[in-house]
């Protein structure tokens, strides 16, 4: 059911990266080459990219540019629970960041990049949202570097569900959780780390006493400090539309990048491929220890 490719078999250092992104986080087209661009990054860092979907009835690790481009706006957004089903009913599957760590977890990697985590959803529990990323970074032993929790959800009361499920949360050269599109003004991370090599350290010990996963929190480069207007008019009328569950993610993103007239949209390739980039570098600090 698991099929990861020779490369990423013989690697010492691999960044597991999801699909979601490429077929839900830009607009049609746009999301392959920042896919390209991610793995790119990953491989210029001196690991290698294990892209992760399903195609043809199979968990895919690894995929090919071909491959990549199958990846469209009609694949199903999958998550944990997800996998089996779309494994064996033949669907095209764009892993989320749960998705991408269960089969991380399956498959042995240990470091992930992406956009943004998921988390409590505002308003809890109206709706009762609370993204199945949390549980599934809790149990796989994976650090994944994000531009922290995405800025549409409570990011307080994520940070706090994170600590309940002991998920160390270490802040990029920052004392403050990023808020995805925003370098500065979220809650006070738990813990910092200056480099790569020390980020590679305290997996390794977080890992040898037993725990599961991580996050990494790098701030943005290029930080929109103007967009949170924007996000509670973008949540105001995904609620008018009905539109709810994994829905709203892509629905909000879409609003943002019309409404900031694209300003939104180079955050988030240029955020998504530095994350990739940063991974690899803690990758290879890893394997070299």
């Given at each position: 059911?698991?099929?990861?490719?020779?490369?990423?078999?013989?690697?010492s250092?691999?960044?597991?990266?999801?699909?979601?992104?490429?077929a839900h986080?830009f607009?049609?087209?746009e999301g392959?080459?920042?896919?390209?661009?991610?793995e790119?990054?990953?491989?210029?860092?001196?690991?290698?990219p294990?892209?992760i979907g399903?195609?043809d009835?199979e968990?895919?690790?690894?995929l090919?540019e071909?491959?990549?481009?199958?990846?469209d706006?009609?694949?199903r957004?999958?998550?944990?629970?997800?996998?089996?089903?779309?494994v064996?009913q033949?669907?095209?599957?764009a892993?989320?960041?749960?998705?991408?760590?269960?089969?991380?977890r399956?498959a042995g990697?240990?470091f992930?990049?992406?956009?943004?985590?998921?988390?409590?959803?505002r308003?809890?529990p109206h709706?009762p949202d609370v993204s199945?990323d949390?549980?599934e970074?809790?149990r796989t032993?994976?650090?994944v570097?994000?531009a922290?929790?995405?800025?549409?959800?409570?990011?307080?009361a994520?940070?706090?569900?994170?600590?309940s499920l002991g998920?160390?949360?270490l802040?990029?050269r920052?004392n403050?959780l990023?808020?995805?599109?925003t370098?500065?003004?979220?809650?006070?991370?738990?813990?910092?780390v200056?480099?790569?090599d020390?980020?590679a350290?305290?997996a390794?010990?977080?890992?040898?006493?037993?725990?599961?996963?991580?996050?990494l929190?790098?701030p943005p480069d290029?930080?929109l400090?103007?967009?949170?207007?924007?996000?509670e008019e973008a949540?105001?009328?995904a609620?008018?539309?009905?539109v709810?569950g994994q829905?709203?993610?892509?629905?909000?993103?879409?609003?943002?990048?019309e409404r900031?007239?694209?300003?939104t949209?180079v955050?988030?390739?240029?955020?998504v491929v530095?994350?990739a980039g940063?991974?690899?570098?803690?990758?290879?600090?890893?394997?070299?220890?």
């Amino acid at each position: 059911m698991i099929v990861v490719s020779e490369e990423v078999r013989e690697a010492s250092a691999v960044v597991a990266l999801e699909t979601t992104l490429i077929a839900h986080g830009f607009p049609g087209g746009e999301g392959v080459a920042v896919g390209l661009e991610s793995e790119r990054l990953v491989r210029e860092a001196g690991a290698v990219p294990a892209t992760i979907g399903v195609l043809d009835g199979e968990l895919r690790v690894g995929l090919t540019e071909d491959e990549l481009t199958r990846f469209d706006a009609g694949a199903r957004k999958v998550g944990p629970r997800d996998l089996a089903a779309c494994v064996v009913q033949g669907a095209i599957g764009a892993t989320t960041v749960g998705g991408t760590l269960a089969v991380c977890r399956a498959a042995g990697i240990r470091f992930m990049g992406t956009g943004g985590l998921g988390g409590v959803h505002r308003g809890f529990p109206h709706p009762p949202d609370v993204s199945a990323d949390l549980g599934e970074l809790a149990r796989t032993q994976a650090l994944v570097v994000s531009a922290g929790i995405k800025s549409l959800l409570d990011v307080p009361a994520t940070l706090e569900l994170l600590e309940s499920l002991g998920v160390p949360v270490l802040g990029f050269r920052t004392n403050e959780l990023p808020l995805f599109y925003t370098a500065h003004g979220g809650p006070v991370v738990p813990g910092r780390v200056e480099s790569p090599d020390e980020a590679a350290r305290v997996a390794r010990a977080h890992w040898d006493l037993g725990g599961g996963g991580l996050l990494l929190a790098r701030p943005p480069d290029r930080s929109l400090d103007d967009v949170e207007p924007l996000i509670e008019e973008a949540l105001a009328e995904a609620e008018r539309r009905g539109v709810t569950g994994q829905a709203v993610t892509p629905f909000v993103l879409s609003f943002l990048h019309e409404r900031s007239e694209g300003r939104t949209l180079v955050a988030n390739r240029e955020l998504v491929v530095a994350n990739a980039g940063l991974a690899a570098e803690v990758a290879v600090s890893s394997a070299s220890a």
